[in-house]
């Protein structure tokens, strides 16, 4: 399975909320148990054998990949990151999978945030998951969302309602995923950034994006890699399974310091 992990942007949201005394360079550096956030993720997927990591960088590009020091990783340069929100990070890591044809596609990108943190055996389980959704081949363009347990009727954002009158909310078909200021109802589920494409799923959005992006000139405002999904919901086959609550995710210095002592 390919990783890839988006860390183009800058993080305003996050360095407004900070304390002055926070040193502060981008978000995917802010440390999670004294580790940058983005090479605790790298860590992770090396511990569990999924070594195809791609890297999306934009805002100080160099200072992250000094953290690697000798531990050479693959990465592309969305030089417009200031503009996007995360569409065209990922249609640059599709790219490259698609034309260098260095990566095995054949199961599928795992795309992920990387404010995200979860834990080792979370991350396990949901591999686990996903090999099995790899073995159902009567279905195409298969797309597993995460989640982060039940939504809270203050959440916004994007949310994921699992197939109607499902008893098991851990795992399944999903009924509607979409961006909202509130949740649809007492089973709908809040959206984590971690997502996992097929190969014919990619290829589709790729396929989708390119068409939206020829329209732009290089240095138009983009989106976010959602909304291709959201357009042509009739496409995909779409699942999601869930992290718990003890996924989590920061935008701000409050998110962020539930993250410090992460387990």
Same mark, same amino acid.
Do not use: A, E, Y
């Given at each position: 399975?390919?990783? &890839? +992990?988006l860390a183009a942007g800058q993080g305003k949201r996050l360095k407004k909320s900070l304390p002055k005394s926070f040193s502060y360079k981008t978000k995917s550096l802010v440390p999670v148990n004294n580790v940058p956030a983005i090479k605790r993720l790298v860590n992770q997927f +090396?511990?569990?054998n999924q070594n195809d990591i791609l890297? &999306?960088?934009g805002h100080e590009h160099e200072s992250i990949l000094e953290i690697f020091n000798s531990q050479k990783q693959r990465f592309v340069l969305n030089k417009n990151y200031e503009k !996007?929100?995360?569409l065209k990070s990922l249609f640059l890591a599709f790219k490259s999978? +698609?034309? !260098?044809? &260095?990566f095995d596609i054949n199961k599928g990108v795992l795309v992920i945030e990387t404010d995200s943190v979860f834990s080792n055996e979370s991350l396990e389980k949901y591999i686990k998951y996903i090999d099995g959704l790899l073995s159902l081949e009567q279905k195409n363009n298969k797309i597993c969302w995460t989640t982060k347990g039940l939504a809270n009727i203050k959440d916004t954002g994007g949310f994921i309602d699992p197939q109607k009158n499902l008893i098991n909310l851990d795992f399944g078909e999903i009924n509607d995923v979409y961006i909202k200021n509130k949740p649809n109802n007492k089973k709908t589920l809040k959206m984590f950034g971690m997502t996992w494409f097929d190969k014919s799923s990619m290829i589709n959005w790729y %396929? %989708?994006?390119r068409g939206l992006l020829d329209g732009k000139n290089s240095y138009d405002t983009t989106g976010y890699f959602h909304e291709i999904i959201f357009k042509n919901l009739n496409k995909y086959s779409m699942y999601y399974y869930d992290l718990g609550p003890k996924a989590l995710s920061f935008n701000n210095f409050l998110e962020y310091s539930r993250c410090l002592d992460f387990n």
């Open positions: 399975m390919i990783i &890839v +992990l +090396l511990k569990i890297l &999306v960088l !996007d929100s995360n999978i +698609l034309n !260098d044809q &260095v %396929n %989708n994006c």
